[in-house]
T-cell receptor, first 114, second 115 residues
Framework: QKEVEQNSGPLSVPEGAIASLNCTYS??????FFWYRQYSGKSPELIMS????GDKEDGRFTAQLNKASQYVSLLIRDSQPSDSATYLC??????????????FGSGTRLQVQP | DTGVSQNPRHKITKRGQNVTFRCDPI?????LYWYRQTLGQGPEFLTY????????KSRLLSDRFSAERPKGSFSTLEIQRTEQGDSAMYLC?????????????FGSGTRLTVV
């Protein structure tokens, strides 16, 4: 079982719709959760972080965390063609021992159709 | 500060040759990470430094790979006797210790092609 699992997609949504991206993780000790956006040929860019159960909103983005279900999601409202990219979910555990590196999923490719 | 800088951006090398990549982190960041990413996959952790100390290495980091961070500033990643399977994007990232947000800032990466 992979530590962080994502559906590879592509997830295709029309412009203006809500895109919903999902991620599950296997380590119950995980405490910090991140969403990165990666355009083709570019490096990952941090867009959201979440640490507590519930929702966290930042502009058109909402991250949702459910630790009991070991599930993280990212909602993108009013999707734009410029949102077309691969979205990477990443998790971190407390230092154990000295383990501070993020573990990434394989990413979900999002296509927003004009 | 212009962010995390990686050089070179692209490297083509023949199998069996040695290559070295450089990463300059954001100046106040004391943590530095190396990841490798292949097409269609997420970044895979290679190694992590806190200041000049290399605190963790992945099983992916075979004995052909070595990383250094002298004086806790820039870092180098060397691959000896390159193999075609080493072809990937090598990403460097940095972050600041003591900040609860462990999210990193990535550099633009070095794309290695082994022919």
């Amino acid at each position: 079982q992979k530590e962080v699992e994502q559906n590879s997609g592509p997830l295709s949504v029309p412009e203006g719709a809500i895109a919903s991206l999902n991620c599950t993780y296997s380590d119950r000790g995980s405490q910090s959760f991140f969403w990165y956006r990666q355009y083709s040929g570019k490096s990952p860019e941090l867009i959201m972080s979440i640490y507590s159960n519930g929702d966290k909103e930042d502009g058109r983005f909402t991250a949702q965390l459910n630790k009991a279900s070991q599930y993280v999601s990212l909602l993108i409202r009013d999707s734009q063609p410029s949102d077309s990219a691969t979205y990477l979910c990443a998790v971190s555990r407390p230092p154990n021992p000295g383990r501070r590196a993020l573990t990434f999923g394989s990413g979900t490719r999002l296509q927003v159709q004009p | 500060d212009t962010g995390v800088s990686q050089n070179p951006r692209h490297k083509i090398t023949k199998r069996g040759q040695n290559v070295t990549f450089r990463c300059d982190p954001i100046s106040e960041h004391n943590r530095l990470y190396w990841y490798r990413q292949t097409l269609g996959q997420g970044p895979e952790f290679l190694t992590y430094f806190q200041n000049e100390a290399q605190l963790e290495k992945s099983r992916l980091l075979s004995d052909r790979f070595s990383a250094e961070r002298p004086k806790g500033s820039f870092s180098t990643l060397e691959i000896q006797r390159t193999e075609q399977g080493d072809s990937a994007m090598y990403l460097c990232a940095s972050s600041l210790d003591g900040v609860s947000n462990y999210g990193y800032t990535f550099g633009s990466g070095t794309r290695l092609t082994v022919v």
